[in-house]
Nanobody, 123 residues
Framework: QVQLVESGGGLVQAGGSLRVSCAAS????????MGWFRQAPGKEREFVAV????????YYADSVKGRFTISRDDAKNTVYLQMNSLKPEDTALYYC????????????????WGQGTQVTVSS
């Protein structure tokens, strides 16, 4: 059983930057692909970014490509999402998730989820 705890969310002005983190425990972290998803009020959850178990591959949603960077530190069992040039439409609850058998942008293929960290971007 893997536990995921997100942190680092907050309030930032448009154009600013924020880094959110996700600390994992209870499993072999480097066997999991790690993804970030987000959900804004009244909207469905959407994929943001994924990093492979090795860290060698990453994939981003078009809406964040070139602005967000996903990375992982296996020594710390932590995955990061660096968010630059933030826009008000990036406001959402950001979740990290772990997938044992997939490198995917489909939430249904993830096995474990965190509780989320709120990111609010003011205009």
């Amino acid at each position: 059983q893997v536990q995921l705890v997100e942190s680092g969310g907050g309030l930032v002005q448009a154009g600013g930057s924020l880094r959110v983190s996700c600390a994992a425990s209870g499993g072999t972290f480097n066997r999991y692909s790690m993804g970030w998803f987000r959900q804004a009020p009244g909207k469905e959850r959407e994929f943001v970014a994924v990093i492979s178990w090795s860290g060698g591959s990453t994939y981003y949603a078009d809406s964040v490509k070139g602005r967000f960077t996903i990375s992982r530190d296996d020594a710390k069992n932590t995955v990061y999402l660096q968010m630059n040039s933030l826009k008000p439409e990036d406001t959402a609850l950001y979740y990290c998730a772990a997938a044992r058998n997939y490198y995917s942008h489909y939430g249904s293929q993830y096995d474990y989820w965190g509780q989320g960290t709120q990111v609010t971007v003011s205009s």
